[in-house]
């Protein structure tokens, strides 16, 4: 089974207005109401890719109740620890003149101590053998960092495999815990690097550095351009298929979702990038994160071109 943590949920709002602009008023059409937060959209996109999937979380205040009604009308199994604080409600704003998305996340609730270690406990309930761990995303408030390194800690104690995708400081603590599978974009790893990175080559550098310091498989995308992934010596070069994009919202979190899918399944390497690379393009033709078809992924994953370098 895919396990997915988010440590921040959120209700995701989707709005569609025309000339967007600051000091004034706008009128709005809803596009899409979800639930939402990183692995939580890891999830949706797991299911409807085939697999199953357990999403663990918080939720608190009617926020909190208006997400777990959201994932029960999806039928999307979670568990969650109870918290007193308010889950968070975050929009995007799609402006059809502009053609621009602006997403306006809010920062959420503050989680206790108490409520920390009660998620911990759920945690560690939840996670079998064999299991493949999808770590997404930011933290509430309160949470820190080093949950990221305990997560994963557990999970491998546990017998599962980790899948990571976080950035700042959550990458920062995660790395040390060796995830199995590190998935982040150009950008995030750019700025854990420190450095701007001109070219493939300064990509590949830090991705070796990556996995020098003993992190199995790294893959590093960079929306629809080409994406890198780095396997012990082998090295290959992953561009998406083509298409008519609407919204980037969620791309990331589909192609982690191919990713931990791929891996439980014991796909060949470079079927799970094919499928990875598929997913997150099928997501842009929609909006919300997550909601992609199962068939619309197989055929934009025999258009993916993978070359491996070397």
Same mark, same amino acid.
């Given at each position: 089974?895919?396990?997915?943590?988010?440590?921040?949920?959120?209700?995701?709002?989707?709005?569609?207005?025309?000339?967007?602009?600051?000091?004034?008023?706008a009128?709005?059409?809803?596009?899409?109401?979800?639930?939402?937060?990183?692995?939580?959209?890891?999830?949706?996109?797991?299911?409807r890719?085939?697999?199953?999937?357990?999403?663990?979380?918080?939720?608190?205040?009617? $926020?909190?109740?208006?997400?777990?009604?959201l994932?029960?009308?999806?039928?999307?199994?979670?568990?969650?620890?109870p918290?007193?604080?308010?889950?968070?409600?975050?929009?995007?704003?799609?402006?059809?003149?502009?053609?621009?998305?602006?997403v306006?996340?809010e920062?959420g609730?503050?989680?206790?101590?108490?409520?920390?270690?009660?998620?911990?406990?759920?945690?560690?309930?939840?996670?079998?053998?064999?299991?493949?761990?999808?770590?997404?995303?930011?933290?509430?408030s309160?949470?820190?960092?080093?949950?990221?390194?305990?997560?994963?800690e557990?999970?491998?104690?546990?017998?599962?495999?980790?899948?990571?995708?976080?950035s700042?400081e959550?990458?920062?603590?995660?790395?040390?815990?060796?995830?199995?599978?590190?998935?982040?974009?150009?950008?995030?790893?750019?700025?854990?690097?420190?450095?701007?990175?001109?070219?493939?080559?300064?990509?590949?550098?830090q991705m070796?550095?990556?996995?020098?310091?003993?992190?199995?498989?790294?893959i590093?995308?960079?929306?629809?351009?080409? $994406?890198?992934?780095?396997?012990?010596?082998?090295?290959?070069?992953?561009?998406?298929?083509?298409?008519?994009a609407?919204?980037?919202?969620g791309?990331?979190?589909?192609?982690?979702?191919a990713?931990?899918?791929g891996?439980?399944r014991?796909?060949?390497f470079?079927?799970?990038?094919?499928?990875?690379?598929?997913?997150?393009?099928?997501?842009?033709?929609?909006?919300?994160?997550?909601?992609?078809?199962?068939?619309?992924?197989?055929?934009?994953?025999?258009?993916?071109?993978?070359?491996?370098?070397y």
């Amino acid at each position: 089974m895919i396990i997915t943590v988010t440590l921040n949920p959120s209700i995701d709002k989707t709005l569609l207005l025309k000339g967007l602009r600051l000091n004034s008023i706008a009128r709005a059409d809803v596009l899409s109401v979800s639930a939402g937060g990183k692995g939580i959209n890891v999830s949706r996109a797991v299911k409807r890719l085939g697999g199953g999937t357990l999403a663990l979380t918080f939720l608190g205040g009617t $926020a909190g109740r208006e997400i777990a009604g959201l994932l029960n009308h999806e039928n999307l199994a979670f568990q969650h620890t109870p918290i007193a604080g308010q889950c968070r409600t975050c929009l995007s704003l799609i402006d059809s003149l502009k053609n621009t998305e602006t997403v306006i996340n809010e920062n959420g609730p503050v989680v206790t101590r108490d409520e920390i270690v009660a998620f911990k406990a759920m945690f560690t309930a939840a996670i079998g053998e064999k299991d493949v761990v999808a770590i997404s995303g930011s933290a509430a408030s309160g949470i820190e960092s080093g949950i990221y390194y305990e997560l994963i800690e557990t999970a491998h104690k546990k017998g599962a495999y980790v899948v990571l995708d976080a950035s700042g400081e959550a990458l920062k603590e995660g790395l040390l815990a060796l995830p199995d599978i590190l998935k982040i974009n150009k950008q995030e790893l750019q700025r854990h690097a420190g450095v701007t990175l001109r070219g493939r080559g300064a990509v590949i550098e830090q991705m070796s550095r990556l996995a020098e310091g003993g992190i199995g498989r790294v893959i590093i995308t960079d929306g629809a351009h080409q $994406a890198l992934a780095l396997a012990g010596s082998d090295l290959w070069s992953v561009r998406p298929p083509h298409v008519n994009a609407i919204s980037s919202l969620g791309s990331g979190d589909c192609a982690s979702a191919a990713i931990a899918l791929g891996i439980f399944r014991r796909m060949p390497f470079e079927e799970i990038l094919a499928m990875a690379a598929a997913a997150g393009a099928q997501n842009t033709l929609s909006y919300g994160a997550g909601f992609i078809d199962r068939q619309g992924v197989n055929n934009l994953a025999a258009l993916t071109a993978i070359k491996k370098i070397y």
